[in-house]
């Protein structure tokens, strides 16, 4: 079974270092707020957004392969600028709208064109 908090616990440790070790190294400073919408949004995210949506993830890794869960993360920034430009404001641009296109055209074409690669033959 991929869901296995140990692993989890050590993944989302190792991107949290690393997110560390980035800010240290390009100077960035550490900051941190003890104000409610603060730890509120922090708390979200980090249980939420992390911790609960990464182990989702991997048990859709399990159900259907990490080919096709791979999918998600390319619907994933169309469905960030729907929501920031519902609760944002965000401006579509040009270049927003060829992204989201090629985001959508690359997902179709990885969808449907594998069913029609040729099988391999067997030696």
Partial sequence: RIWDWQALECVLGYGALGCLLLALLTGEPLRFSVAPHYLGAWLYLALLGSVVAFGCYLVVIER???????????????????????????????????????????????MTGSSRRPARKEH
Wanted: aromatic share 12%; glycine share 10%; with cysteine.
């Fill in 64 to 110: 259907i392969g990490a080919a096709r869960a791979s999918y998600v993360g390319v619907m994933v920034p169309i469905a960030a600028l729907a929501l920031s430009s519902a609760f944002e404001g965000y401006r579509w641009t040009a270049a927003t709208w060829l992204g989201m296109i090629l985001c959508v055209v690359g997902n179709w074409v990885v």
